[in-house]
């Protein structure tokens, strides 16, 4: 039954679960995790054919408790409101989970965007965004949207360009969004962010040792065999990293079908292959399975579904193989898949926590956007300066002379170097809260789920106290 339920009430069965382990008063745990505010409008597009078409927008502010809000924005044919708010509520409780003070927001255009001209996308985003203006749903204070399924660093540009057309005269406007190019305000590794947070989260979970002996694996992330469902961006680069972790990808599935190999998948050739023939059907190194469904029950150690949510359901749960779900999307799990796969005794690692490397990349972006200076720009040269100094009194102190390779370590961050070194710590800390509070509370009922609700439930219910605003 609850799986007819909408993906709003489904967030909130995660919700109410885990508010059950807490003793905040129900007032305050009702206005935690009721949707401040959400704005449906539609508006008028011209298609290149002339054509008039109306299309249907949303924007929601789940929670106010931090500003600005923030979350992404996605262009999907399954877009609603029901989506959106259920989207922006994970984004609340996933920024109070990773220390990001923000409260949670989310967006959407209901479209198929492979249907529209890039010309076209771009009038639709300029036209989103000056709805979002009209309503004071945008700014570097209020609301900053990012990245989500079916956008990225263009529409990014667009939405900026346009919220910066509209308010030229102000110095902060440049952080009313994250996720733009390089080269408009945007940074290093944020493209990267949420499949690396993935690979970093992952590799921060297999090093528990008891947690990976309970479930019957070795520790470590080292030679542990990967499934992964989508290959978008998030799918995309959770791959490569992992890859690069010495993780062994071995099925990757997409809408049209699943391509699988045993032995492990060369990501970089999967990628190609796919940008040149716009699926990954019969790529040549690997056994194409037709039935998309199939690549969430492929035999493998890590499932990681990086598509869309709903994904494992009641239905298919029973046939999941994998001894841990990474979530790398959002909501992908349904609340009775989630019972299904602890009873089996998969270790459940949520998408409040695993995929809050976008967010917490984004935060920095806008954190540069308002410090109005790249990271590493001051600091850098004169980090480098003193550590050869040091390098250089050690050689003469003791005669030895560094090889160049020894050198290498010697530069000063930059940042690429800052950023991935945040979004490391950012995972790690976040996880060994969420393993303490399990430690803490000492029974099965609050699993890696529930421990991250308690963790964001209380996170907000202190800065709502804090705040005082109960008059
Ligand atoms: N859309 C991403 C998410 O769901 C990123 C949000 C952001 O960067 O604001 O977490």
């Not at 949303?58 to 044919?77: D, F, M």
């Not at 300029?126 to 609301?143: F, V």
């Not at 796919?274 to 029950?297: C, V, W």
């Not at 494992?312 to 019972?339: C, D, L, Q, V, W």
Request: net charge negative; glycine share 8%.
């Amino acid at each position: 039954m609850s799986e007819s339920l909408s993906f709003f009430k489904k967030v909130n069965q995660n919700f109410d679960y885990a508010a059950q382990f807490t003793d905040h008063p129900t007032g305050l745990l009702d206005q935690i995790k009721i949707c401040n505010s959400s704005c449906h409008f539609t508006f008028p597009i011209k298609r290149d054919n002339g054509d008039i078409e109306t299309l249907h927008g949303w924007r929601a502010e789940h929670s106010h408790h931090q500003l600005p809000t923030k979350g992404g924005i996605r262009y999907s044919t399954l877009v609603n409101e029901d989506e959106i708010m259920a989207l922006a509520a994970l984004m609340t409780y996933k920024c109070a989970l990773v220390d990001i003070p923000f409260g949670g927001a989310k967006g959407g255009i209901q479209l198929d965007r492979n249907e529209y001209s890039d010309t076209e996308l771009e009038r639709i985003t300029r036209r989103y965004t000056y709805e979002l203006i009209q309503k004071n749903y945008i700014g570097p204070g209020i609301d900053v949207p990012a990245p989500d399924f079916g956008t990225g660093e263009d529409e990014m540009a667009w939405i900026f360009d346009t919220y910066i057309t509209m308010s030229p005269d102000k110095l902060d406007a440049i952080a009313c969004v994250t996720g733009k190019p390089i080269n408009q305000n945007g940074i290093e590794g944020r493209k990267e962010a949420t499949g690396r947070g993935v690979a970093f989260g992952l590799e921060e979970v297999c090093n528990y040792a008891d947690d990976m002996k309970n479930i019957g694996l070795e520790t470590g992330i080292q030679g542990k065999t990967v499934a992964i469902q989508g290959f978008g961006n998030v799918g995309y680069h959770a791959a490569k990293f992992l890859f690069e972790k010495d993780a062994i990808v071995v099925g990757i599935s997409e809408i049209d079908g699943v391509v699988y190999n045993p032995k492990g998948i060369d990501i970089d050739k999967l990628s190609d292959y796919s940008k040149e023939n716009a699926t990954i059907r019969n790529f040549p190194d690997a056994i194409y399975i037709e039935n998309p469904n199939e690549g969430l029950e492929l035999e493998c150690d890590i499932l990681i579904p990086a598509a869309l949510e709903n994904q494992i359901t009641e239905e298919n749960a029973p046939r999941i193989k994998a001894r841990i779900i990474g979530e790398a999307a959002n909501g992908p799990t349904t609340f009775k898949a989630h019972s299904i796969l602890k009873e089996k005794g998969a270790l459940i690692i949520p998408d409040t926590y695993l995929n809050a490397g976008g967010v917490t990349v984004s935060y920095f972006e806008w954190l540069r956007n308002l410090s109005h200076v790249r990271f590493g720009r001051i600091g850098k040269r004169f980090e480098e300066t003193t550590y050869n100094a040091m390098l250089r009194a050690v050689e003469n102190a003791t005669g030895y002379q560094f090889t160049d390779t020894e050198r290498m370590i010697v530069h000063g961050a930059d940042e690429t170097d800052l950023v991935n070194s945040g979004l490391q710590d950012t995972m790690i800390n976040a996880y060994q809260e969420i393993r303490e509070i399990q430690l803490q509370y000492g029974i099965p009922e609050v699993d890696c789920r529930a421990a991250a609700f308690i963790n964001a439930i209380d996170k907000i219910a202190h800065s709502y106290l804090q705040l005082g605003i109960f008059p």
